[in-house]
């Protein structure tokens, strides 16, 4: 997997990722519907259980102390 992959997922798997982003589109304004907010909510935890499912966690920390140890 590539670096740019590899750092997008481990930063799709914190919880702080969603509230800063939550958080800058609240700061410009944005103002969603409650029913389009309810909507949105369901699909990113769909979207984060779905990333969870796939991502093979070992495989992914066996690669980062790889690169660390390098």
């Known amino acids: 997997?590539?670096?740019i992959?590899?750092?997008v997922l481990k930063y799709l798997n914190q919880a702080s990722t969603y509230k800063g982003l939550f958080?800058?589109?609240a700061a410009f304004g944005v103002v969603?519907?409650?029913e389009l907010a309810d909507a949105i909510i369901a699909?990113?935890?769909g979207v984060i259980g779905l990333i969870n499912v796939i991502v093979d966690e070992?495989?992914?920390k066996q690669t980062l102390k790889t690169e660390a140890e390098s």
């Open 43 to 45: 699909c990113a935890l």
């Open 32 to 34: 969603l519907k409650p």
């Open 5 to 7: 992959a590899e750092t």
């Open 1 to 3: 997997m590539n670096k």
């Open 23 to 25: 958080s800058v589109l």
């Open 58 to 60: 070992h495989e992914v």
